[in-house]
């Protein structure tokens, strides 16, 4: 599709466009002009870029605000959600691997806690009342009160929503990056950049547990502790634009 195609896509939806428009203007990508056209818009953003921004919105749309959950601080969430994504990104240009589905790999990895916090109120409230009791992290929890973890909630979400099959993965597997084989490269660059942005105590996962990369992850990249440092470092030169971003699209 050409940058008309798309950009004649976007106007049919006014809110959607409005949004668009407004992530494009704000500090993130730092136009020097402001601009009132997508045409051009999606021209000077390149498609990768807007698809991005396209699944972004949506998804923040859809499930972004609400009222009455069980415990999840959705502000934090959010944060920690774009924050993957922005990391991941990061992650993955450094590594030269998987570039083009690490944004949105990273936006998505999360999307379960949402779907319990907002539709299963009392289960999840008690989900955090055991985590504050045990100091244990919200997956063991979610599985100790519910028999189900938010990666399993995720992927039966993915799958609904006719998610990609490399997408689905990254949210089924990425606090265990090994079980999946046919993504192992992207999940396991999504569970590198969900461990960064936990340690840099950018946004919050719903509890106080920080996990580690797992080594099997670090030494698929022959990867050793001199390696994991230039990582963080990358990562914290990226999350200073996540923030912007985050307000962009809320």
Not at 50 to 65: D, H, K, Y
Not at 156 to 184: M, V
Request: glycine share 10%; aromatic share 10%.
């Amino acid at each position: 599709a050409s940058s008309e195609d798309l950009a004649e896509k976007i106007q049919l939806d006014p809110s959607f466009l409005a949004q668009v428009l407004k992530l494009v203007n704000s500090s993130y990508y730092g136009f020097r002009k402001k601009t009132s056209s997508l045409k051009l818009a999606v021209t000077l953003l390149g498609m990768e870029e807007v698809a991005n921004l396209v699944m972004a919105a949506q998804v923040f749309e859809r499930l972004g605000n609400y009222e009455g959950g069980g415990g999840l601080d959705l502000k934090q969430f959010w944060r920690h959600s774009v924050g993957t994504a922005f990391i991941a990104r990061a992650v993955a240009k450094k590594l030269q691997t998987e570039v083009e589905a690490a944004f949105l790999g990273g936006m998505l990895h999360d999307l379960g806690k949402v779907v319990l916090d907002r539709y299963f109120v009392d289960y999840y409230g008690a989900v955090f009342e055991r985590i504050s009791q045990a100091g244990i992290c919200i997956r063991q929890a979610e599985r100790d009160i519910l028999g189900v973890d938010h990666e399993e909630i995720g992927g039966q979400l993915a799958t609904a929503w006719k998610f990609s099959d490399n997408y689905e993965n990254c949210i089924l597997f990425h606090h265990e990056p090994h079980g999946s084989a046919r993504f192992a490269r992207l999940v396991r660059v999504v569970h590198i950049a969900d461990c960064l942005c936990r340690q840099l105590e950018f946004g919050s996962g719903g509890d106080e547990v920080v996990p580690e990369i797992q080594a099997d992850v670090l030494d698929s990249f022959s990867m050793g502790d001199r390696g994991v440092n230039i990582l963080t470092e990358v990562a914290k030169a990226d999350l200073e634009d996540a923030d912007s971003f985050l307000g962009a699209l809320s």
